[in-house]
């Protein structure tokens, strides 16, 4: 959809701005006002004469109604949804949008994405069809039938890496341009767009050995980031330690912890592709050759024409939001654990009830140190507290 030039009204002496259409003028102290004036007037002609706006044009004057107050950021985010929508059907009138074609408009434009973003997308979609049937220019929501129904995303399941995961991080691939990125990630705790926004002369003080977080970045459009000083909650701007491999990893480094190709701020693109190129690294470097040339290599030959097996393929499944994941239960499977206070203030959250319900889950680690620790308790080596324990079961008996 290709953005309109917007139009600027002389203001006159008396303080009025005024603009026509055909024969109709309209006046208002306010400039967005009178354009508005205009802009209803020609819509409810329209609406007489039969002929019902576009889903374009429908949409570009609704989302600035419903959502007056959001952020640049979020008005950025709310129009990549609409224009997934209107990129196949802009042009169609309101009136003639079908279940089955919003239904289509998921199957391509939202294939492969999370679950709870087309999930947002389909809240969108239903408010605006909620808005066409109230202006009287459909009967029923064509976004709500159950032939519109999108078809579900991935889902959930964010990680602890594994210590075998950390270590490769911590040695492989070490020159690649995400490390900085990746490494800071997992031994800091920030979000991946906290990350985007760090540089590194101003955020890490390597004498206090701190991170502080002063920028965030937020999605401006389909392929840009907007840098704010607002986080996502009130905590977000926050100090937080530098762990001894976070400060061996960003010595003698400076500027951005990620950046373009040329150096220059990372796009929505650009960090895609920096992530998908650090990944094929890592699996390159993990298993000692490309993918493409696995089982083709000289060495490879030699084993199979020997009669042996080759070691399966190793993946490297780890994303990002695996390694903040990992930093809070890292934190809690400390001996002892980083008081949850500490760790809620390190990550972030304006609560406890984020890190209890989704990072603060019992590893391994932490299972078998508590099991240890109950022992120690309950089962002291000679001073009889095992034999008690029977002799109290025995009486209940």
């Known amino acids: 959809m290709p953005r309109q030039k917007k139009q600027h009204l002389k203001k006159r002496s008396d303080g009025y701005f005024v603009c026509r259409y055909k024969e109709q003028w309209f006046y208002s102290m306010d400039e967005e006002d009178c354009l508005a004036q205009r802009e209803e007037f020609k819509r ?78 389909k809240q969108l979609f ?27 995303g991935t889902t959930g399941g964010h990680r602890q890496i594994t210590q075998e995961e950390r270590t490769w991080i911590e040695t492989l691939c070490t020159d690649h341009r995400a490390h900085p990125a990746v490494i800071t990630m997992l031994y800091a705790g920030i979000r991946p767009q906290e990350m985007k926004a760090v540089l590194i002369e101003r955020d890490v003080d390597f004498k206090a050995e701190t991170i502080t977080l002063h920028e965030f970045a937020h999605i401006q459009d389909s392929n840009h980031y907007q840098l704010t000083e607002k986080g996502k909650t009130d905590q977000a701007a926050r100090t937080i330690p530098l762990f001894p491999p976070l400060k061996k990893a960003l010595s003698g480094r400076k500027g951005r912890l990620i950046t373009s190709t040329k150096g220059k701020q990372v796009t929505i693109q650009a960090w895609r592709s920096a992530w998908e190129s650090y990944v094929v690294c890592m699996e390159t470097a993990i298993n000692g050759c490309p993918k493409r040339w696995y089982g083709r290599t000289r060495e490879h030959k030699a084993i199979l024409d020997a009669g042996g097996q080759l070691p399966p393929w190793r993946s490297f499944t780890v994303v990002p939001y ?36 989704i990072y603060d889950e019992a590893s391994d680690d932490r299972s078998e140190k508590e099991a240890e620790r109950i022992k120690k308790t309950l089962f002291r080596s000679g001073n009889g507290s095992g034999e008690n324990l029977v002799q109290c079961t025995n009486v209940d008996k």
């Open 322 to 357: 695996d390694l903040r994941h990992s930093f809070c239960c890292m934190c809690r499977d400390a001996d002892p654990p980083v008081e949850l206070h500490t760790c809620v203030r390190w990550m972030g959250h304006n609560d406890a009830k984020m890190i209890m319900r």
């Open 44 to 121: 409810l002609e329209k609406l007489k004469l039969g002929a019902p706006p576009t889903i374009a044009e429908y949409s570009a004057s609704w989302i600035k109604r419903a959502y007056p107050a959001v952020s640049a950021s979020t008005m950025g985010g709310l129009r990549i949804h609409l224009r997934k929508l209107t990129d196949l059907y802009g042009d169609l009138p309101v009136t003639s949008l079908k279940p089955s074609q919003i239904k289509s408009v998921y199957s391509s434009a939202y294939l492969g994405l999370s679950d709870s973003y087309i999930k947002a997308g």
């Open 126 to 152: 239903c408010a605006l069809f909620d808005a066409i049937v109230a202006d009287g220019y459909l009967r029923t929501n064509p976004a709500r039938e159950k032939a519109a129904k999108p078809h579900r």
